[in-house]
């Protein structure tokens, strides 16, 4: 059994579940934030070992107005910003997403000092995704190990 920390960052949680299980029947907690501003909060109030994120989620505002609405959608999207607004210390991001545009993957890919891999969320087995998590946790805790020692 593992006793990991795990932030997961996803707006339809009911679509996940088969994808979590793996890991919690390993022993990892997971912790889910369904937008930009309880992720944000919940990074800076806990420590978590991996933070998978959904680049399309929404911000977490409310809205009262039309053009309060129009101008948080040009604001773009909520994951490459939870991205573009992570502290330095923050831990290893592994991003699944359905989205597969160039524009976009560029963006994430600006941020190779932690996002570690972009997994497909449609084309990946939960066995597959569980081994993908630990291994990215493994290789985090490796590497931080070498530069304390």
Same mark, same amino acid.
């Given at each position: 059994m593992v006793d990991y920390n795990i932030l997961w960052i996803e707006d339809d949680a009911d679509q996940i579940y088969s994808l979590v299980q793996p890991l919690v029947d390993s022993g990892c907690k997971i912790s889910i934030a369904k937008d930009y +501003? @309880? &992720? !944000? *909060?919940?990074? @800076?109030?806990?420590?978590? /070992?991996?933070? #998978?994120? /959904?680049? %399309? #989620?929404? $911000?977490?505002? !409310?809205?009262?107005? #039309? +053009?309060?609405? #129009? &101008?948080?959608? !040009?604001?773009?999207h909520f994951g490459v910003k939870f991205l573009e607004d992570l502290p330095a210390d923050s831990p290893p991001i592994v991003v699944l997403t359905v989205v597969n545009d160039e524009t976009i993957s560029n963006n994430i890919l600006k941020f190779p000092q932690v996002v570690k891999i972009i997994v497909n969320k449609g084309m990946? *087995?939960? $066995?597959?995704? !569980?081994? %993908? %998590?630990? @291994?990215v946790i493994n290789k985090e805790a490796d590497e931080n190990a070498l530069i304390k020692g």
């Open positions: +501003e @309880n &992720a !944000k *909060r919940m990074n @800076n109030e806990f420590k978590y /070992d991996v933070i #998978i994120l /959904d680049i %399309i #989620i929404p $911000s977490g505002k !409310k809205c009262t107005t #039309i +053009e309060e609405m #129009i &101008a948080l959608q !040009k604001e773009g990946i *087995r939960p $066995s597959e995704l !569980k081994k %993908i %998590i630990l @291994n």
